[in-house]
């Protein structure tokens, strides 16, 4: 390990930027208290942490999107403020978001340079140099995009890449990158360490937010944990090992990562027989028991989503079959499926899944409204009731019920669109990508409650693209390929390498 | 907060702040704050404001729009809009001023009135709804159709001579100064006001209007609840057709042209947030009266209508420009 040896030099820089004692409250939430945090030139700072921790709000607060209520910040070891986030990439700090926030309408070139284009004479764009300078962006990243494409065309990686670009298009200092693997694949992932490691040479201090643990000891120098809002420690990754951090980040040590489940599945509840769609999937047949939790193993695009959708309601199939408790019916809307006891708890929660801007106890009602009101009429004490119900059962952390989602973090809104469905009495519950962007205790968490679930008779469908998830929780397990099943597994041969194979499609002849 | 014996401890309480509170520091306090301001400054303007048949007079001046405003809330809040309600009035009346002249007697002529209104609601609906067409697009179309149709009809006649039984909806009164266009504002409020907050129907209206993604995905039948709300905006404009007609005794093709501004104003005016999404009935009610006064103040000071105009577009921007400036100031933009 030249890792030892490194630590001098690890440890006589001077930081670029460093935070001291931010503090950052809401009404009636302290996001931040007091935190600590320094990033060094040509380091890694891996800043981890749980859901709710405060490492979204301490970025929106590096780029100038929120303006703490105490504490300092200091470039160069100059206190200064930022305001705006024209303040934040002034000071050269530029970040890559989470979800990143591109224009589908726009070429490539331009949504990198949107708001410093290279002007020409006039003050008009130079396109030419725009299109010359993109292309030099994309290649120092090893991005194959032609500039001049536009976004629209792109698949969900590509954009990633563009997101990337435009952040580097900004003479940064400071680069901040939140969860940037999330929607990558391997290779993805490999060429992103690249892209980090060079980075790094040019100098540039990079801030790290991942919940990846493999990722965080391959690629940091540093890091730093939070936990409630509370920076608790930091330091050389050198000189931490993976459980060490985790028992920091949760305060707590975890010993079994999955729930151990005794499985004795019931009768057959939903029954799904060729089910079609004139682009997205084909001839979907499967079975589902009582009690059970079912797999769905695939590449991203591999048409999970979409077949979950359908029979969900919201997309209509071209043909096949659902039979329910021995039924056959016909799901033609989301309402029709909630009656008949199906319901998704989709991967977007943003979008699909959360109404952000209205307090919790209605956003958990919202499907129930009937159980809780009388004759049409709402009646509040009920809601609350009903939704304290689920959500104390799922440990949610809010300061009220009457609090926004949109306040909250990641996992207590995926909890409280969870507690939502859960309200609904449902027979089958589908739950597509549950744990995506969790951290690993909020990650146990649910794991937990799905074993728990499932022993009370609930049927569970979980489409996941973490083979560690599917292996630990399911069953059972299906891979779709190109809209197709590709493969099942019952328990026996169930391998990560037969899952990769599957999905990838480098079976050795299916027999 | 203690606990009372018996309870078991909560984790998370329903409310942190009572309603109460949240009242106090309402956008709706703040119009109601505006509507005294505006009270006084008319009782000082002129000696004649204060008497009762003035004030009676005045309610003329916003009975019909606000009527038409309550749906316009709940479908703004729904995130669609309807700017072809004055159209709706136009068509409606002239329907009625044709029927006339066929001898139909008042009960027909309001079975009329609410007939073409429910059918203009329904056609914007469906055009809305089954085709998924914009709704501005959609009703900046019919608003110009159903004048039109009102012109062809009428050209620069007028329809006169409705019975004296009928003009009892613009013009007659329940009790004292109490008009009977006044007690059915104040009904429609109260229905709307329920319906808007105490009802499913209410609360899908704000998942809607705030997410309509994730309100479909939670079951709500959007397209379901959107065309009742064009008929509901359609209904009511029949209603405002017929009280119109009514208070004026004629139809003439340009009745209450460009209502259909004014009725939106109040209702943004009334803190509806034309993003959809949020709002109040009672700030609708509160607009409405100032909209009300501000007009019936500067015609009693013999104010010409343009600069009534101008008034009320100063009003709407200052009242929405205020508190966002007020908390610029506050997060500390000027530290």
Same mark, same amino acid.
């Given at each position: 390990?030249?890792r &030892?040896t490194?630590?001098?030099?690890?440890?006589?820089?001077?930081p670029?930027?460093r935070?001291?004692?931010i503090?950052?409250t809401?009404p009636?939430?302290?996001?931040?208290?007091?935190?600590?945090?320094?990033?060094?030139?040509?380091?890694?700072?891996a800043?981890v942490g749980?859901?709710?921790?405060g490492?979204?709000?301490?970025?929106?607060?590096l780029?100038?999107?929120?303006?703490?209520?105490?504490?300092q910040?200091l470039?160069?070891e100059?206190?200064?403020?930022f305001?705006t986030?024209t303040?934040?990439?002034d000071?050269? =700090?530029?970040?890559?978001?989470?979800?990143?926030?591109? $224009?589908?309408?726009?070429?490539v070139?331009?949504?990198?340079? /949107?708001?410093?284009?290279?002007?020409?004479?006039?003050?008009?764009v130079?396109?030419?140099?725009?299109?010359?300078?993109?292309?030099?962006?994309l290649d120092?990243i090893?991005?194959?995009?032609?500039?001049?494409t536009?976004?629209r065309e792109?698949?969900?990686a590509?954009?990633?890449?563009?997101?990337?670009?435009?952040?580097l298009?900004?003479?940064?200092r400071?680069v901040?990158?939140?969860?940037?693997?999330?929607?990558l694949?391997?290779?993805e992932?490999?060429?992103?360490?690249?892209?980090v490691?060079?980075?790094k040479?040019?100098?540039?201090?990079?801030?790290?937010?991942?919940h !990846?643990f493999?990722?965080i000891?391959?690629?940091a120098d540093?890091?730093t944990?939070?936990?409630d809002?509370?920076m608790?420690?930091?330091?050389?990754?050198a000189?931490?090992?993976?459980?060490?951090?985790v028992?920091?980040?949760v305060?707590?040590?975890?010993?079994?990562i $999955?729930?151990q489940?005794d499985?004795?599945?019931?009768?057959?509840v939903?029954?799904?027989?060729?089910y079609?769609?004139?682009?997205?999937f084909?001839?979907?047949s499967?079975?589902?028991?009582q009690?059970?939790?079912? %797999?769905?193993y695939?590449l991203?695009?591999?048409?999970?989503?979409?077949?979950?959708?359908? /029979?969900?309601?919201?997309?209509?199939?071209?043909?096949?079959?659902?039979t329910?408790?021995g039924?056959?019916?016909s799901?033609?809307?989301?309402?029709e499926?909630?009656?008949? %006891?199906?319901?998704?708890?989709?991967?977007?929660?943003?979008?699909q899944?959360?109404?952000?801007?209205?307090?919790?106890?209605?956003n958990?009602?919202?499907p129930?409204?009937?159980?809780t009101?009388?004759?049409?009429?709402?009646?509040m004490?009920e809601?609350?009731?009903?939704?304290?119900?689920?959500?104390?059962?799922l440990?949610?952390?809010?300061?009220?019920?009457?609090?926004?989602?949109?306040?909250?973090?990641?996992g207590?809104q995926?909890?409280?669109v969870?507690?939502k469905?859960?309200a609904t009495?449902?027979?089958?519950?589908?739950?597509?990508e549950?744990t995506?962007?969790?951290?690993?205790?909020?990650?146990?968490a649910v794991?937990?409650?799905?074993?728990?679930?499932?022993?009370?008779?609930?049927?569970?469908?979980?489409?996941?693209?973490e083979?560690?998830? =599917?292996?630990?929780m399911?069953?059972r397990?299906?891979?779709?390929?190109?809209?197709l099943?590709?493969?099942?597994f019952?328990?026996?041969?169930?391998?990560?390498?037969a899952l990769?194979?599957?999905?990838?499609?480098?079976e050795?002849?299916?027999? | &907060?203690?606990?009372?014996e018996?309870t078991?401890?909560?984790?998370?309480?329903?409310?942190l702040?009572?309603?109460?509170?949240?009242?106090?520091?309402?956008?709706?306090?703040?119009?109601?704050?505006?509507a005294v301001?505006?009270?006084?400054?008319?009782?000082?303007?002129?000696?004649y404001f204060?008497?009762?048949w003035?004030?009676?007079d005045?309610?003329?001046?916003?009975?019909?729009k606000?009527?038409? %405003?309550?749906? #316009?809330a709940l479908l703004? =809040?729904?995130g669609?809009?309807?700017?072809s309600?004055?159209?709706?009035i136009?068509?409606?009346?002239?329907?009625?001023g044709?029927?006339?002249?066929?001898?139909?007697?008042?009960p027909?002529?309001?079975?009329?009135?609410?007939a073409v209104?429910?059918?203009?609601g329904?056609f914007?609906?469906?055009?809305?709804t089954?085709?998924?067409?914009?709704?501005?697009?959609?009703?900046i179309?019919?608003?110009?159709?159903?004048?039109?149709?009102?012109?062809v009809?009428?050209?620069?006649?007028?329809?006169?001579?409705?019975?004296s039984?009928?003009?009892f909806?613009?013009?007659?009164y *329940?009790?004292w100064?109490?008009?009977?266009?006044?007690?059915?504002?104040l009904?429609?409020?109260? =229905?709307? %006001?329920?319906?808007l907050?105490?009802?499913?129907?209410?609360?899908?209206?704000?998942?809607i209007?705030?997410?309509p993604? @994730?309100?479909?995905?939670?079951?709500i039948?959007?397209?379901?609840? !959107? &065309?009742?709300?064009?008929?509901?905006?359609g209904?009511?404009?029949?209603?405002? @057709?017929i009280c /119109?007609t009514?208070?004026?005794?004629?139809?003439?093709?340009?009745?209450?042209?460009?209502w259909?501004?004014e009725v939106?104003?109040?209702? *943004?005016?009334?803190?509806?947030?034309? /993003?959809g999404?949020?709002?109040?009935?009672?700030?609708?009610?509160?607009?409405a009266?100032?909209?009300?006064m501000v007009t019936?103040?500067l015609?009693?000071l013999?104010?010409?209508?343009?600069? #009534?105009?101008?008034f009320?577009g100063?009003l709407?921007i200052?009242?929405?420009?205020?508190?966002?400036?007020?908390?610029l100031i506050?997060?500390?933009?000027?530290?």
């Amino acid at each position: 390990m030249n890792r &030892m040896t490194d630590i001098e030099t690890l440890t006589s820089a001077d930081p670029v930027l460093r935070l001291s004692g931010i503090t950052k409250t809401f009404p009636g939430v302290t996001a931040l208290s007091g935190v600590e945090l320094a990033l060094y030139p040509g380091q890694v700072t891996a800043l981890v942490g749980e859901n709710g921790a405060g490492k979204s709000t301490l970025v929106k607060i590096l780029t100038g999107i929120y303006v703490p209520n105490e504490g300092q910040i200091l470039v160069d070891e100059q206190p200064t403020r930022f305001t705006t986030a024209t303040d934040a990439s002034d000071a050269g =700090i530029t970040a890559i978001h989470q979800e990143t926030v591109l $224009f589908d309408e726009l070429s490539v070139a331009e949504n990198i340079y /949107l708001g410093h284009a290279p002007r020409g004479r006039f003050g008009l764009v130079d396109w030419a140099k725009m299109r010359a300078d993109a292309t030099e962006i994309l290649d120092r990243i090893g991005a194959k995009i032609d500039p001049r494409t536009p976004l629209r065309e792109l698949g969900i990686a590509s954009k990633h890449l563009v997101a990337i670009a435009r952040a580097l298009s900004v003479d940064a200092r400071v680069v901040v990158m939140d969860e940037p693997t999330a929607a990558l694949s391997q290779a993805e992932i490999e060429e992103l360490y690249e892209l980090v490691e060079r980075l790094k040479s040019e100098g540039k201090a990079i801030l790290f937010i991942s919940h !990846k643990f493999d990722e965080i000891f391959r690629i940091a120098d540093r890091y730093t944990v939070f936990r409630d809002g509370e920076m608790v420690d930091a330091g050389l990754i050198a000189e931490v090992t993976e459980d060490q951090l985790v028992e920091k980040m949760v305060g707590r040590s975890m010993d079994a990562i $999955f729930p151990q489940r005794d499985h004795t599945p019931g009768d057959t509840v939903l029954s799904v027989d060729g089910y079609s769609h004139p682009t997205e999937f084909e001839d979907i047949s499967f079975d589902l028991r009582q009690g059970e939790i079912l %797999g769905f193993y695939g590449l991203v695009g591999a048409g999970r989503s979409e077949f979950m959708q359908a /029979l969900f309601g919201v997309t209509k199939p071209s043909g096949g079959s659902v039979t329910i408790d021995g039924q056959e019916i016909s799901i033609r809307s989301p309402a029709e499926a909630i009656e008949k %006891g199906i319901v998704y708890v989709p991967e977007d929660r943003g979008k699909q899944g959360a109404i952000t801007a209205m307090p919790i106890f209605q956003n958990v009602t919202l499907p129930s409204l009937a159980q809780t009101s009388n004759r049409g009429f709402v009646r509040m004490a009920e809601e609350f009731a009903l939704a304290r119900k689920y959500t104390e059962r799922l440990d949610l952390r809010a300061a009220s019920l009457d609090q926004n989602v949109g306040n909250l973090s990641g996992g207590n809104q995926q909890k409280v669109v969870i507690a939502k469905w859960l309200a609904t009495k449902p027979k089958v519950i589908i739950l597509d990508e549950p744990t995506k962007g969790i951290d690993v205790g909020s990650k146990a968490a649910v794991h937990e409650f799905m074993a728990e679930l499932a022993a009370e008779g609930l049927s569970v469908i979980m489409v996941s693209s973490e083979i560690p998830e =599917i292996l630990g929780m399911s069953d059972r397990v299906i891979v779709m390929r190109d809209g197709l099943i590709a493969a099942r597994f019952d328990g026996e041969g169930l391998t990560p390498e037969a899952l990769v194979r599957a999905a990838a499609g480098y079976e050795e002849s299916a027999a | &907060m203690s606990l009372a014996e018996g309870t078991r401890p909560r984790n998370l309480p329903d409310r942190l702040t009572n309603r109460g509170t949240r009242v106090l520091r309402s956008w709706e306090m703040l119009l109601a704050a505006i509507a005294v301001l505006i009270f006084i400054a008319n009782t000082q303007a002129s000696p004649y404001f204060l008497d009762p048949w003035n004030l009676s007079d005045a309610t003329f001046n916003f009975t019909e729009k606000a009527m038409i %405003g309550f749906a #316009m809330a709940l479908l703004i =809040i729904s995130g669609e809009i309807d700017l072809s309600v004055a159209g709706i009035i136009a068509l409606a009346s002239t329907a009625m001023g044709w029927a006339l002249q066929f001898g139909v007697g008042t009960p027909g002529l309001v079975a009329i009135g609410l007939a073409v209104g429910l059918i203009c609601g329904a056609f914007n609906g469906v055009l809305v709804t089954r085709l998924g067409l914009p709704s501005i697009v959609v009703t900046i179309g019919t608003m110009s159709l159903f004048r039109g149709l009102s012109y062809v009809v009428l050209g620069d006649q007028a329809f006169n001579g409705y019975p004296s039984d009928f003009a009892f909806f613009g013009r007659g009164y *329940v009790f004292w100064v109490i008009s009977f266009e006044l007690v059915l504002f104040l009904i429609f409020a109260l =229905i709307y %006001g329920v319906v808007l907050h105490a009802t499913n129907f209410g609360r899908q209206v704000y998942a809607i209007g705030n997410n309509p993604t @994730a309100a479909t995905f939670s079951g709500i039948r959007m397209q379901r609840v !959107k &065309m009742i709300l064009f008929l509901l905006t359609g209904v009511m404009s029949g209603i405002a @057709a017929i009280c /119109l007609t009514s208070r004026l005794g004629s139809t003439r093709p340009s009745i209450a042209f460009a209502w259909e501004l004014e009725v939106v104003t109040m209702v *943004v005016l009334g803190g509806v947030s034309i /993003l959809g999404g949020a709002g109040s009935i009672l700030g609708v009610v509160i607009a409405a009266l100032i909209m009300g006064m501000v007009t019936f103040g500067l015609g009693l000071l013999n104010v010409p209508g343009i600069v #009534m105009s101008i008034f009320i577009g100063g009003l709407l921007i200052a009242v929405i420009a205020l508190p966002r400036l007020f908390t610029l100031i506050r997060t500390g933009r000027a530290s």
